[in-house]
């Protein structure tokens, strides 16, 4: 139906060649946009789509594609595909729809992976927003997708927007699978550290202890650091009195962590900060370790042994003094 207007198409195309930088997605998103808004119709009559070229291009200059993407998640989406949208956007480019539906439930009423179903993914997905991976998972059809949903959060409450669904997502799901989603619910919940009531703290704080031991695990040393230090502020130096048993494995866990990231300097002021505490010696061996492999590293031997000496004394275990070796011994092994 565009054959007989071929100039009038390359102009049209290259208007919006022009904005989207030919990214197809961007480029059909567009069109679509037009369509929605009749500046691009299709006319039975004379069998032929109709557009005008002015309107188009002050529409290009007016509204980028990320704008256009937000205004028609306003426009044709559902409250309920909305919520949907802001949630998983938080969670990521590929989310669980089951663990999206807990969330959603707060604000929707919708209480089972059936019911977002119905209410929601299916609208998503026919509007080509979100694409299956499995039955298990979804994922936006483009980054864009995700950015623009994130925007229908108001820049002033995405923090505590954030913070807030970690906390649900916290408390609904269940036990046996929330090592699944461990890091996602932490990370979500640490976005307003300062938001958290202080009757969840050491909850809180337990959490995120979790999250740094699986990273470590796993070989993710500058994860583990975040979470680490997202505990001890959780404590904060309360944590010593009424925690210390976690505070301790919070900073040598987080030092570390913080070894393996060449973060030299914060390992030194953590470890330094536990053996300064009044605590039993055998709290302290983990940072003893620590330090001890740090120096290893950097080939500086004698502190070790020095190191070595002094924890065995305050163990109460025997120490070999360094006594003078006559030169006469010195000389008879040579």
């Known amino acids: 139906s565009m054959e007989d207007h071929e100039d009038a198409v390359s102009t049209l195309a290259a208007t919006v060649h022009k904005k989207t930088d030919g990214n197809v997605f961007y480029v059909l998103l567009f069109l679509r946009s037009l369509a929605e808004e009749e500046l691009l119709q299709y006319n039975y009559g004379t069998m032929r789509w109709h ?34 949208l802001k949630v998983a956007a938080c969670l990521g480019t590929s989310f669980s729809p089951s663990i999206v539906a807990l969330a959603v439930d707060e604000q929707d009423d919708v209480s089972s992976l059936g019911d977002m179903g119905s209410i929601c993914v299916d609208e998503l997905e026919e509007a080509g927003l979100l694409e299956r991976e499995s039955d298990e998972v979804l994922r936006f059809a483009h ?47 640490n976005s307003s550290i300062d938001s958290v009531p202080g009757d969840e703290r050491v909850s809180m704080a337990k959490m995120n202890l979790r999250a740094g031991m699986k990273a470590a695990e796993n070989g993710s040393f500058d994860m583990a650091e975040v979470y680490f230090k997202a505990g001890r502020e959780q404590l904060g130096d309360a944590g010593w009195k009424d925690e210390p048993d976690m505070t301790i494995q919070l900073y ?81 092994e040579y």
């Open 51 to 84: 557009w005008d070229d002015e309107a188009v291009k002050a529409k290009l200059v007016t509204q980028n594609v990320a704008t256009v993407l937000v205004d028609l998640l306003h426009s044709s989406m559902s409250e309920s595909s909305q919520n949907t």
């Open 252 to 332: 040598s866990e987080g030092a570390n962590a913080s070894l393996f990231c060449g973060s030299l300097d914060t390992m030194g002021r953590l470890i330094d900060e536990v053996l300064a505490k009044d605590i039993p010696i055998e709290a302290k061996l983990r940072c003893y370790e620590i330090k001890i492999r740090a120096l290893t590293a950097a080939s500086d031997w004698a502190p070790i042994i020095d190191i070595g000496m002094d924890v065995r004394r305050q163990l109460g275990q025997s120490v070999m003094r360094n006594k003078p070796v006559p030169l006469w011994k010195i000389m008879k």
């Open 143 to 189: 980054d864009q997708i995700q950015r623009s949903s994130l925007d229908l959060i108001p820049e002033n409450h995405r923090i505590s927007f954030k913070s807030k669904l970690g906390g649900i997502l916290m408390k609904k799901i269940h036990p046996d699978r929330l090592d699944d989603h461990l890091f996602e619910v932490v990370s979500l919940r």
